[in-house]
């Protein structure tokens, strides 16, 4: 199950995990979002790490924070830091690829 994050849930959910956690950025205002949403879905129902959404029509606070500019954006988290991002649209197969 994909949780959504926010200001309030960050710290529990990404920030003082020990594990890897895939942080999907998404805004109901980008098309492509739909489509990662589904890939997202399919991904995370193989169940290899944790994956959270932060919409950013709802948190602009954590996309200011990240720096985040384009969604869909995807960050990987590993003990609470960012060790890898990418701004494309990405099939479930290659979302498996880059948490490697």
Not at 49 to 74: E, F, G, H, Q, R
Request: with cysteine; proline share 3%; charged share 30%.
């Amino acid at each position: 199950m994909i949780t959504e994050v926010n200001i309030m849930n960050i710290a529990d959910e990404v920030l003082h995990c020990e594990n890897r956690v895939l942080v999907y950025f998404s805004s109901a205002a980008f098309p492509l979002c739909k489509i990662e949403d589904e890939e997202i879905k399919k991904f995370d129902e193989k169940g290899l790490i944790k994956c959270v959404n932060i919409i950013s029509d709802k948190s602009p606070d954590l996309s200011m924070l990240y720096a985040v500019m384009s969604a869909p954006t995807i960050i990987l988290f590993e003990n609470g830091k960012e060790i890898k991002r990418t701004s494309n649209v990405l099939k479930a197969e290659e979302i498996e690829e880059f948490i490697k």
